[in-house]
């Protein structure tokens, strides 16, 4: 592609409204522009990218025995009820009248097919896939295509007779994303996640480590644990037997509001104090202890309390609830199902609010003193606590979800008939699964990762040019002269090349240019080297020159990209 007649509108400037590099370098090297929050027109450059990144995802998915699909995004919202779906809060658009939503996912339509057409044991198994269009409304869409309200999501779904099947397709995914990443040149990681709405029994998100990124994960330097903050576990010691009493008494605690207030106050360490929060789940109550200051995590709560959604309590629910405002309330006397935190198991001589303003009871021993406690982990888990395998001191870090796999089970199977007859004519269910990449965010991520100050350094395997042909100055015959013969040489070797030709560009504008484009290999063609029949040659994620004959460039760069 000639640069004079490429639509690629770079700027300058860092673009405000963008604030983490993939976003600032994507509106820089004209690479897309939002067309409203979350919606993002894809420029060629862009394009190309994607549609790298998808043809080896395409590789790698027929490499297991996939086979692609197109289905439709906009779907009859009655099929989203019979799962039971029609409620998340992810559709962005329903047509009322007629009863048609954008589907957010495609484990309803797989379905729909699969009951229609898997009839027998011989018809399984079976692995499906597409590479199509997404839509979610996503409540608060920043960093740029990272979290796009429509995006571009390869899903796909294994259908098999038994569950060691399903762990089979399961494996065979978790080995194609690893294929897939390591080909598209990401340094990722993989770490245990949450089933979360989607239900199902196992599931392993595909992480890549980014300052910006939305997602906290815990890892283990030593034994390389690694987990979603959703799920991840520490081996932080449990609270244990504190200063025993015959049974709970109280304490008068005027004023004191916060866990560090009462521990200061009764000169005790935090692990003697449970902290009471109370939570409605339906219209039923639920209080959640936990130690200290230890935080509350909605993802293991919610996987604690089972289906339905729930919210925590507002103060004038907490005082009809237990008579007390949030700082005094306790475990005891409480009318409701009480959630204590692992750490709790077995405790005692613990410190509690006595629902009852300005006392607190201590003490307490949860087993003897109060009835029906279930305990769960429900904590989530701090920067250097110890590893629960090694002991060694864990890292909380940000990362950007790529891609996720779940053991979906039967639940779709279930809600959608999805049945097959078995060698002895037994009607059974089919065990599903469900796997997921971010076509955008393989993009985002790879420019996160890699980029200098001056722009994007592309891995070879997603860059849109292998090359880029710097003419440095065309009103000189002979540039204009070597720069074409590289060109069509390139062209000739099968390496994608970009040429900037531009007439009414300062040599000073185009090598910005071609740094902030970031192809991997930059051919400048400028006199000095031609006086020597040389050009030179760039390595854009070093830096190095190297100089080459004018017939040799072609040759030496094709050397070079496959090198990288
Ligand atoms: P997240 O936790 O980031 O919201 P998710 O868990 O809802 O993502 P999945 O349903 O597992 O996402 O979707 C599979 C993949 O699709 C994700 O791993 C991610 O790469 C991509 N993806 C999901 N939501 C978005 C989005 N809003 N914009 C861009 N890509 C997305
Ligand atoms: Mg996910």
Redesign the pocket.
Known sequence: MRVSKAFLPTVKEIPADATIPSHQLMLRAGMMRQLTAGVYAYLPMMYKAMMKAMQIIREEMNAIGGQEFHLPALNPESLWVQTGRRNIPNFILSIKERDLVLAP?HEEVIGWIASMHIQSYKDLPQTWYQIQTKF?N?PRPRSG????RQ?T?KDSYSLDRTWEDLDKSYDAHAEAYRNIFTRCGLKFFVVGASSGAMGGTGSQ?FMVEAEHG??TVGMCDGCGYAANMEIATSGISPAGKGNDKPKPVEIQTPGVKTIDDLAAFLKVPHERLAKSRVYIQGKKPVLVLTVGNDQVNESKLGAALGNGEFHAADPETLLRLTGADAGSIGPIGFNGRIIADKRLEGASGLISGANKNDYHLGGIDLLRDVQGVEYKDVRTIENGEPCATCGKPLRIANAI????IFKLGTKYSDALNIRYLDENGQSQVVIMGSY???V??IIACALEQSHDANGIIWPAALAPYDAHVVAVNMNNKEIVLAANQVYNALKAAGVVALLDDRATVSPGFKFKDADLLGMPIQVIVGEKGLKNGQLELKIRRTGERIMVPVSEAASKVKELVSAL
């Open positions: 996912t979610r996503e295509v990272l979290r796009g995006f999501m998100e939305e997602d979800e790529l891609g996720h997921g990449i971010g955008e965010r």
